[in-house]
């Protein structure tokens, strides 16, 4: 019985490595709908504060996310693999591969099976139009679907966007690979330790120490624990609306 428990606990292991952190899962049913327009410029800005999604690497095959997802912008970033289901009429082969970058807001004044799509507890996908109408036709306006989370994969390394001004450094934390979602920031000046950020606002990131003239170093921890350090990635002589990017990634 002790050898049998042990090769469980094993193969348990095993096979846990081998999904990685919440990737590999079961496919989880939910629906979409799409927004944006044609060419999906509807779509920048965002809850996420990722701003313009073709400059940021993003392009169209982005998500809003409900509130069942979204998780107060915890989850910006994240990685969606999604296919349309059981729907014959409307469906189209393959899936599709977005990123979180906004937030569906509920309709608390229609129902959830009729307009409400975005109501608590639903787990809803609003993309934009072009990535919608690679997995169903235009005219469905909204479809059930499966989803998983998956990897993200990214070109280059995280980029470090600072805004702001000398007391409220204000940094968007944007090409995060890996789990996608960042949950906690720590900043280092030249002349400063190691402190943690304060979360404003979809992936933007606070600090209200002087770092002027100082070389950044930034620690980032996203949703599966993992994290990376971007030592001085930021050099001495930066200005506030520079984005600085090193070698640093998941």
Not at 90 to 114: D, K, M, Q, R, Y
Not at 199 to 226: A, E
């Amino acid at each position: 019985m002790a050898v049998s428990g042990f090769v469980f606990v094993t193969l348990l292991l095993l096979a846990f490595l081998s999904t990685g952190y919440g990737y590999g899962g079961n496919w989880i049913q939910a629906h979409a709908t799409f927004y944006g327009g044609s060419d999906a410029s509807g779509t920048m800005g965002g809850a996420c504060g990722y701003g313009n999604l073709y400059s940021q690497g993003y392009g169209t095959n982005t998500a809003a996310l409900s509130t069942a997802l979204f998780n107060n912008g915890l989850s910006c970033g994240s990685c969606y693999e999604i296919r349309c289901a059981a729907s014959k009429q409307w469906c189209l082969s393959g899936s599709i591969v977005v990123t979180a970058t906004n937030f569906c807001p509920p309709n608390e004044a229609l129902p959830n099976n009729n307009g409400g799509w975005c109501n608590p507890p639903l787990e809803h996908f609003d993309l934009s139009q072009p990535v919608f109408q690679q997995i169903a036709q235009y005219r469905a306006g909204i479809v059930p679907v499966a989803y998983r989370r998956v990897p993200c994969r990214r070109k280059g390394g995280i980029r470090f966007t600072i805004n702001g001004h000398s007391y409220f450094n204000l940094v968007l934390i944007t090409n995060v690979g890996g789990a996608g979602d960042v949950h906690a920031v720590a900043v280092k000046g030249s002349r400063t330790e190691w402190e943690p950020m304060a979360r404003n606002w979809g992936q933007n990131w606070q600090s209200n120490r002087y770092l002027h003239g100082q070389s950044l170093s930034f620690k980032v921890r996203t949703s599966d624990g993992k994290s990376v350090v971007a030592y001085d990635v930021v050099a001495a002589g930066w200005s506030f609306g520079q984005t600085f990017s090193g070698a640093a990634q998941f």
